[in-house]
């Protein structure tokens, strides 16, 4: 009997195993449907925008956003919308001071934060649950085609595109998915009370007279020339960064040219491009210009070390410099320089959107509308991209002090990709593994090699080209040679 | 009371009206729900899916096309894979060292030593620890200059001498093998203390009457004794030292040679998005384990008494 009970039970299980597995692939194919058809509703209300009403319910937060006005419109709106973050430094006191402004204005609507350390991996996990929450920044590894399966369209990039900076990074099919929470300048953090204590007066403006420099930061003060922040991961993904605008002063490098260059990372004549970018680390790293220890730095101490004038210089995006500023004693001799590499005699530096805020499509209406409201107030009001170091989003604003050493310096923002090859770009760097600007690994190899002597640096490149001709092949993307 | 059990049931309505035996089955169903459920859940399933994913190229979000056997055959042509297992050696050769301490450690404990409950709790103390914890921990132990540096500076080393332990690649993997043997290593030792306990202590009695000293004790009476309990350690270790995770993940991030198979699995899935191959990599070292394991399985037969008795009596036949 009671084997019979038991028997009878697990057959019950097995059957609730099943059903479950139905009823979580129908759910899943449903949400792929509703997807389809808030895009499709979403394409039908821009073009419908023009002559109807923005207002109605249907029309979502597609319509909405460009011509609501904070503070006057949709004032009593009832939501609670939870926004994640990368930026775990500033929840408690800078996006908590932003909470209070917008409640100023919207006092029913609830907003928490919740921080990502390891954001572009875990974010990309969290969602395919569908449920993490109802604004956070965009990772990298949503393609441009896949943007409307977990983000609802904000606004037609028409609308937005004479207002706004780096809009169209972010936008497909003339809908835009994510709003740029602030752009970022690529160049290099260093202290300047440090440099001019070794005797440098001229910033350096090719490779070559970077590593002198850091060679005599090394011989005449006790300072550490270049901080790798090897341990951290993330922060070695900057390094990318600097490949495209910097290293070739060509807007369409990255998106237009990479994906069917051939062998990208070669060695070139004019001592530019992605080679000279890594070999710059790679000379760096071998010469003993670095920590001595790269398996044990630490992020946060990092920023009061180079704030005190213990580390002299750190490769990071203009995001950073703010975080150093604000770490110590002497704000002040915190500054900022352009790449080292020189293209046909003139510097460059990239001019990209950090993490683009999107809306989750499975936020109900009103969380849809009062996120699109908040984010207006971010970019708009909050002077998040001012104040974080960056350029700000609404164009014509002022840029800050910062980036006073990018006189003369052409900033380059990267041109979108051709039309039908959205997803090119992030296909071929995924299939490749070398996942630039995603993931460490290929950076941190740089370093271990060097460190140790175990792979010259040209053997590491062509290993990154072979990979990068097998992921065009796969992708079947013509090489131009 | 045959009132009384009337009531009852008309108030308990539905489940009152079952018989007995009815009411059983109901309520072994509904205890067993509950772990099977969290069982089907959480194991079965995500393994299932796990299988089906390894014959897609997928990301985690997007398009799937099924390719078929093509992620196996990329395992076996990728260097890193088997770079990867081959790094699981050091982490085998850690885990029999492991079980030696074990058992050195649960012999003298079990005996009447001074403190032993002291030094049972204080051995058992690092399994109690999150694996997240520990590798922060050895993080600042094996910083240069710091704890571990400072301690051999104490008994005579010269700081400026002492190699970068995480980063020399002649020795990180010791070191990350030997963080793995502080933490696990007291698990084993409990496990072997409770079998200890269990040996019948008249053998022991006999054997000092015999003659025996502790070696031959130990040898004779306690390893025989506490043999299975040896064996499934070893299965365990053996195991675990080819799906290493915790250690070189948290204390090296995978990084100067220390990627294990399972840091460099997870690399591939959450970094590069190619959860197929990850997961035709994890299936793989599922066979690799119940190859392992079938192996010792059939050792651990060829030792076992059934075995010796079955032969002993085929050869008598014989003669």
Request: charged fraction near 20%; hydrophobic fraction near 40%.
């Amino acid at each position: 009997m009671k084997l019979k009970a038991l028997s009878l039970t697990l057959a019950a299980m097995m059957l609730m195993c099943a059903t479950s597995c139905t009823s979580s692939s129908t759910s899943s194919s449903s949400s792929k449907s509703t997807s389809e058809k808030s895009s499709d509703s979403s394409s039908k209300d821009t073009s419908a925008t023009d002559s109807s009403d923005a207002s109605s319910k249907e029309a979502g937060t597609a319509s909405s956003y460009s011509t609501a006005v904070l503070g006057k419109d949709n004032t009593d709106i009832k939501a609670d919308l939870k926004v994640l973050t990368q930026r775990t430094d500033l929840i408690d006191t800078v996006f908590a001071g932003y909470i209070k402004k917008f409640q100023a204005m919207y006092p029913n609507v609830k907003i928490s934060y919740e921080g990502i350390t390891d954001y572009d991996g875990d974010m990309t996990t969290r969602l395919t649950s569908g449920d993490w929450g109802d604004i956070c920044g965009i990772p990298t590894t949503v393609e441009k085609s896949e943007l409307s399966t977990y983000f609802a369209p904000i606004a037609s990039l028409s609308e937005l595109a004479d207002k706004y900076e780096f809009i169209d990074t972010k936008a497909y099919n003339d809908n835009v998915y994510g709003i740029p929470s602030t752009g970022n300048v690529q160049g290099v953090v260093y202290n300047k009370a440090v440099w001019k204590n070794a005797g440098i007066t001229v910033l350096p403006k090719t490779p070559d007279e970077f590593i002198d420099d850091l060679s005599t930061i090394k011989a005449q003060t006790d300072s550490i020339p270049l901080y790798t922040n090897y341990a951290a991961g993330w922060a070695l993904t900057a390094w990318d960064s600097y490949i495209g605008g910097c290293a070739t002063g060509d807007a369409a490098f990255k998106n237009q040219i990479l994906p069917h260059m051939s062998n990208p990372f070669a060695k070139n004549d004019k001592g530019n491009g992605p080679y000279a970018v890594y070999d710059i680390l790679y000379r760096a790293v071998s010469q003993k210009l670095i920590e001595d220890d790269p398996t044990t730095t630490d992020w946060e101490s990092c920023k009061p070390r180079i704030n005190d004038g213990e580390i002299a210089t750190m490769v990071l995006g203009s995001w950073a410099v703010p975080q150093m500023q604000q770490a110590g004693a002497n704000p002040n001799d915190i500054g900022y320089m352009p790449f080292p590499i020189t293209v046909d005699g003139k510097q460059y530096a990239s001019a990209s959107a950090d993490y683009c805020y999107g809306i989750n499509v499975k936020s109900s209406d009103d969380e849809k509308t009062a996120a699109a409201l908040y984010i207006k107030f971010l970019t708009e009001q909050s002077g998040f991209a001012y104040d974080q170091g960056g350029i700000p989003i609404v164009k014509g604003e002022k840029y800050p002090d910062v980036l006073s050493a990018f006189n003369g310096v052409d900033l380059v923002v990267d041109e979108a990709s051709l039309p039908g090859e959205e997803d090119l770009f992030t296909k071929i760097n995924n299939d490749s593994e070398l996942s630039l600007e995603s993931d460490q690994t290929h950076v941190a190899r740089i370093i271990e090699s060097a460190e140790t002597g175990s792979e010259k640096y040209d053997d590491i490149i062509k290993d990154w080209n072979a990979a990068w001709t097998k992921a065009q092949e796969k992708n079947k993307a013509q090489i131009n040679k | 009371m045959p009132h009384n059990f009337t009531n009852q049931k008309r108030l308990r309505g539905g489940m009152g009206a079952m018989t007995m035996k009815n009411q059983q089955r109901i309520v072994t169903a509904v205890f067993l729900a509950v772990p099977l459920i969290l069982l089907f859940m959480f194991t079965y399933f995500p393994f299932f899916k796990m299988i089906q994913f390894s014959f897609y190229d997928m990301k985690y979000i997007g398009k799937r096309t099924w390719v078929g056997l093509q992620n196996y055959k990329d395992i076996f042509s990728r260097d890193d894979c088997f770079d990867a297992l081959k790094l699981s050696l050091y982490y085998m050769v850690g885990s029999v060292v492991q079980l030696s301490l074990a058992l050195l450690f649960a012999a003298l404990l079990t005996e009447k030593t001074k403190g032993s409950k002291f030094f049972r709790g204080a051995l058992y103390f690092p399994c109690l620890i999150g694996g997240i914890a520990v590798g922060f921990i050895f993080k600042f132990f094996f910083t240069h200059g710091f704890i571990l540096d400072t301690l051999l500076s104490f008994v005579g080393f010269d700081i400026d001498s002492l190699p970068y332990w995480l980063k020399d690649t002649k020795i990180n993997n010791w070191m990350l093998v030997a963080t793995s043997v502080w933490r696990y290593m007291g698990q084993n030792m409990v496990l072997f203390i409770g079998a200890m306990a269990s040996v019948d202590t008249t053998q022991y009695e006999a054997a000092e009457i015999d003659g025996a000293n502790r070696w031959q004790k130990f040898f004779y009476i306690t390893l025989p004794s506490i043999k299975t309990i040896v064996i499934l350690n070893l299965i365990l270790a053996i195991s675990g030292s080819l799906s290493a995770f915790e250690m070189p993940y948290v204390v090296t991030g995978g990084g100067f040679g220390t990627s294990t198979y399972f840091v460099l699995m997870n690399t591939l899935a959450h970094k590069n998005q190619k959860v197929g191959l990850a997961c035709a990599m994890a299936v793989f070292l599922l066979t690799l384990i119940l190859i392992v394991t079938g192996i010792q399985k059939y050792v651990e037969y060829r030792m076992s008494d059934d075995y010796s008795k079955k032969h002993q009596s085929k050869r008598g036949a014989k003669i």
